[in-house]
T-cell receptor, first 116, second 115 residues
Framework: AQTVTQSQPEMSVQEAETVTLSCTYD???????LFWYKQPPSRQMILVIR??????QNATENRFSVNFQKAAKSFSLKISDSQLGDAAMYFC?????????????FGTGTRLQVTL | NAGVMQNPRHLVRRRGQEARLRCSPM?????VYWYRQLPEEGLKFMVY????????ESGMPKERFSAEFPKEGPSILRIQQVVRGDSAAYFC?????????????FGDGTRLSIL
């Protein structure tokens, strides 16, 4: 079974600075997908960024980018130019490429605080 | 709003009652997933359904919990004889297909409170 580990329960960043959230995972599969979801106090689950394991190029979405290290099974999220609206819980998630096993497996989350 | 719609947003039940949570997927989505989030924890997978079929229920408790996604109408997560430990946020997500690359879009969740 796959597992996802987020070792940072809480992180803090100053506005306009850069922060990196860590995520590691364990799997025996070679093809899979990785995601970062954001959950603000409203509890909505918002997809931030997605990475296909077969792609070596790291995904980017505006101020959000990932550092995907397949051999190390590491998938960190970098938020540049942090804004107050970035304050939220961030969840890393794994999904098999097998269509019958397409559930998301989530980490326990990292709470990000953004300070002035 | 063409997003995933869940209702009710909040549901309060007394121990022993039944809870019914509804989820209408995004337009064009035929795959539905239910997740449970306990306080201060991540989301845990419960069940994956397509229209009229349960594909994966490996995360569902063996007793009291059931889910359906009929040909017509929303997906329903049903919890019978609720207990305090069922208090949680229940999220529904939908996608166009079950392949890993197709993102799951989440509803706003139903917060279930058991008195």
């Amino acid at each position: 079974a796959q597992t996802v580990t987020q070792s940072q329960p809480e992180m803090s960043v100053q506005e306009a600075e850069t922060v990196t959230l860590s995520c590691t995972y364990d799997t025996s599969e070679s093809d899979y997908y990785l995601f970062w979801y954001k959950q603000p106090p409203s509890r909505q689950m918002i997809l931030v960024i997605r990475q296909e394991a077969y792609k070596q190029q790291n995904a980017t979405e505006n101020r959000f980018s990932v550092n995907f290290q397949k051999a190390a099974k590491s998938f960190s999220l970098k938020i540049s130019d942090s804004q107050l609206g970035d304050a939220a819980m961030y969840f890393c998630a794994y999904r098999s490429s097998d269509g019958t096993a397409s559930k998301l497996t989530f980490g326990t989350g990292t709470r990000l605080q953004v300070t002035l | 709003n063409a997003g995933v719609m869940q209702n009710p947003r909040h549901l309060v039940r007394r121990r022993g009652q039944e809870a019914r949570l509804r989820c209408s997927p995004m337009k064009g989505h035929s795959h539905v997933y239910w997740y449970r989030q306990l306080p201060e924890e991540g989301l845990k997978f419960m069940v994956y359904l397509q229209k009229e079929n349960i594909i994966d229920e490996s995360g569902m408790p063996k007793e009291r919990f059931s889910a359906e996604f009929p040909k017509e109408g929303p997906s329903i997560l049903r919890i019978q004889q609720v207990v305090r430990g069922d208090s949680a946020a229940y999220f529904c997500a939908s996608s166009t297909g079950g392949q890993g690359g197709q993102p799951q879009h989440f509803g706003d969740g139903t917060r279930l409170s058991i008195l």
